[in-house]
């Protein structure tokens, strides 16, 4: 027992020697922002769908309208942050609605109480000061290409064939799968499903991105853009418009 308990604390000591003298490597926690853009972008708030007539064509079109905000509420550089970004905040709201770190943030950055805020990381970085909004007439143009994210409409739980445009069977003469799934993957070997299998599940309530989207209509009074096509979500949703990325081209 002697023997037993002075090995346990021989080890014990050569184990404390060996931490003392190693020293641990520091874990570095590095957040950014989505992927670079090719340029500063803004949010606006889908208000719905029309028919838009122009120069005798018929264009299906969707209005995006521009609420207050916009306002740039950080810039981070490489120097700083080891990458290009302008932050931008959305929606004013009263200070109440804010956690006290959201609003700090905000009125550090001379900027009302913005519900949403988002980074456009960019290579070059464009200057602009600190609660300044936005100038939307020199951003976008009629005619100018974009790219519009946002949350797409949640249609919850649903099958093969309406999530994944499956084939169903036959309807008639004693058929046993109409809409069912069908064989998930092989028997004995290796007798497992492979993981990223089309199955039945959640559809819908993602982000989604439309792009090269053309820009129809710039109203500056209104404060509204049309777009020209659908985009992801419903009337009330909030959008992020940037300019779009073309690989090679302006990213």
Known sequence: ?????????????????????????????????????????????????????????????????????????QVKSEETDGYNAIQVGYQEVKESKLTKPEAGHCKKAGAPALRHVREFKVKDLPEYELGTELPIEEMFKEGDNVDVAGTSIGKGFQGGIKRWNFARGNMTHGSKSKREHGSIGPGTTPGRTFPGLKMPGHMGA????????????????????????????????????????IVGVNV
């Not at 957040?31 to 949010?43: K, Q, W």
């Not at 708030?45 to 018929?58: E, V």
């Not at 993602?206 to 792009?211: A, D, G, T």
């Not at 989207?213 to 853009?225: F, G």
Request: charged share 20%; net charge positive.
């Open 206 to 245: 993602r982000r989604v991105k439309v792009r090269k989207s053309e820009i129809l209509m710039v109203d500056v009074e209104k404060r509204a853009i049309v777009v020209k096509g659908s985009v992801p979500g419903k009337p009330g949703n909030v959008v992020e418009i940037t300019p779009s990325k």
């Open 1 to 73: 027992m002697q023997l037993a308990s002075s090995t346990r604390a021989s080890f014990a000591s050569q184990a404390f020697a060996k931490s003392a003298v190693t020293p641990r490597r520091q874990s570095v926690l590095r957040v950014e922002c989505r992927s670079i853009e090719a340029g500063v972008g803004i949010y606006g708030t889908k208000a719905g769908m029309m028919t838009l007539y122009k120069n005798g064509m018929a264009f299906p079109a969707t209005i995006i309208a521009l609420e207050s905000g916009n306002v740039v509420t």
